[in-house]
Every structure is written in C-alpha cells, then in structure tokens.
C-alpha cells in the first residue's frame, strides 16, 4: 500500500509517496481499493499551508475516492467486497487504499466509471449545494459562473442547464468554445474583458439572476455589483490569487478578507444576497449531502449531467497534478490513479 503524503507545507515538491499500512476496518468501516482520487483546488491551498483550517502534519490530501470495496466491518451490512463505491473522506484520499465509515460510501451505477465517480461527492456535491440550497437557480433565470472551465464550474453549468437557466461562463478564453458546445449561453474573459460591464450587457442591464463565484479578492465586489433584484451570489472560494508557490503576506488578506462594502441597510434595499459555501462543515448536516448526491445520481443516469475528466495522473505524480492545476490548463477533473 502507497499514499502521498505531505510532511512540510510548500510547493508541489513537498507531496512525496511513501509506503503505509492501512489499519484494519472497524465494526462499520469498510476498506476501499483506490481506483482513482479526485484533485481538489483545496489541497493545493492546504499542501501551502495557507488553508483556514488547514490540518496537522504528517496530513494525506484527497476528499473523495472510487474503487471497489475490499473488507468490511463486522456490522456493515450495506456493502460487501466487490462493491463499486465511491466515497467522501476526511482527507486521505490520495492512496491505494482508504478505510472510512460506511455511511460515507455510495454505490455507482453500473454506467459509471471509476475516473466519473471520483469526482462526485466533493466537486459535484459542491456545485449542487451552491446551485439547490443556496442560490435555488430556477428555469429562465441567468447564472453566471466563475472558474466555469473548472472541475466544481462545469458541474454546476450542468446543474444549472439541467433546470432550464441560462449560463454566462467566466473563463479564459482558450475555453470558451468549449463552454460554448456544452450549453453556454455566452463566456466572458475577466481579463480581457471588465466583467460588471459585460454582465450587465449580457442581461440587457438588468444583472444576473446568480453569480456563483470561486475567484475571490475584488471579484467578490464586481460579482455583488453585477446582480440584478433579488440577485444571489454564492461564495465558493478565492482561488484566484495562489500560484504553486503559494502568496505573499498582502495577497493572503487579499484572499481571505477581501474587502466588500456592503452595509446591511443596503443590501435590504438592492434585495440582494449573500451567501457562502464550505463542503467540509456540511457533513454534520449528512440529510442533506445525501439528497444532493442521489439527485446527482439520478441526472446522471438520465444524461443530464456527466463528468467530465481533463486529465489522468499516476499516484507517483501528485506533484505534477497540482503543477498543472495551478497553472490553469484545466478543463474538468484531474485525478489520481494509484
């Protein structure tokens, strides 16, 4: 068995892989062999050791997983060896092998593929929750998404398509032609492009419906300046200041306190609102996780949503996986294949 682990927060170069033991199974625990392992925007933040919450070193990166399953606790009665599942963990991921609670796993459909599952329960989740819970995009509605070329992007223009909304894709514009050819309505290039003006042009001045945006810093304020009444903007991340070495003292406040005027007194009389998203602390709410991940499921296996995977790495390569991630070249999913 072999994970990749980070024991020093830094660049790319700190993600090495070292042989490990898994521990045995506990009475509901189930043991997973890894098929593949989603890469995720925060464990590049978190192997920087920029992450709010980023955890105790030695720490396995890596939120969610497929595979099948190879042992089972003494009272797990749902799964049984070779089930193909995949799974939400608590960091971890990045292995050969994982154990986690079987309450955490799902079965795939028989369509699905091990690469699509990976993807599922962090990045598909996320766009869910942003797009259902938070923003309640509804049909004929405008939404504008940030980061669209992105693995947790594409999930919620799809997401977004499938209630019949339309989708403004914000992107660079090496993507836009395929944001085109999967259902968006129009793509703006933040920069090229001054993103309020061009909004607001696209909605012929009235603004967008919901803006869901994971660049951060001053887009948080263009994004809240571009929504029209009753206008939704969701908060999913900032990952547009880090770079694979990480930020400098000015852009880390930049990153995680940007500045937003927005006085209560105001907001009530725009009728607009704000809202924010961290998958994480939402588990404890697992009633709700799970209706997302089942109605996930059902959009996939009524075509409606598919994953889709940029690119492929081997375990041995993490490195070269945040490398790529970092420099923008994505377009979907990169994952890990043990």
Known sequence: ?????????????????????????????????????????PDLVIRLGI?????????????????????????????????????????????????????????????????EASVIATSYLTAWLSVDRLASVRAGETVAVHSAGGGVGLAAL???????ARVIAIATESKHARLTFIGADA?????KENLAE???????????????????????????????????LVLLGGAGVINEAGASPLQLVRFWHPAMRVEPIALMTANKSISGLHLPALWSRYEICVAGIYEILALYESGQVMPMIDSIFALDDAAEAHRYIHAR???????LRP
């Open 329 to 335: 070249r994505n377009f979907g999913k990169v994952i």
């Open 198 to 232: 061009r909004l607001r042009e696209l909605t012929g001045g009235r603004g967008a419906d919901v803006i869901l945006d994971s660049t951060g810093g001053k887009s948080y304020q263009q994004s809240y300046e571009s929504l029209g009444l009753l206008g939704r």
């Open 1 to 41: 068995m072999r994970h990749v682990i980070i024991r020093q927060f830094g660049q790319p170069d700190a993600l090495t892989v070292e042989p490990f033991v898994a521990p045995e199974p506990g009475n509901r625990d189930v043991m997973i062999e890894v098929a593949a392992s989603g890469v995720n925007f």
């Open 51 to 115: 992450y709010p919450e980023s955890p105790a070193l030695p720490y396995v990166p890596g939120y969610e997983v497929a595979g099948r399953v190879v042992q089972v606790g003494k009272d797990v009665t749902d799964f049984v060896p070779g089930d193909r599942v995949f799974a939400t963990i608590d960091g971890g991921g990045y292995a050969t092998h994982v154990v986690c609670p079987s309450h955490q796993l799902f079965k795939m459909p028989d369509a699905m593929s091990d690469d």
């Open 158 to 164: 799809q997401l977004c398509l499938a209630r019949g």
């Open 187 to 191: 793509c703006i290039d933040p920069a």
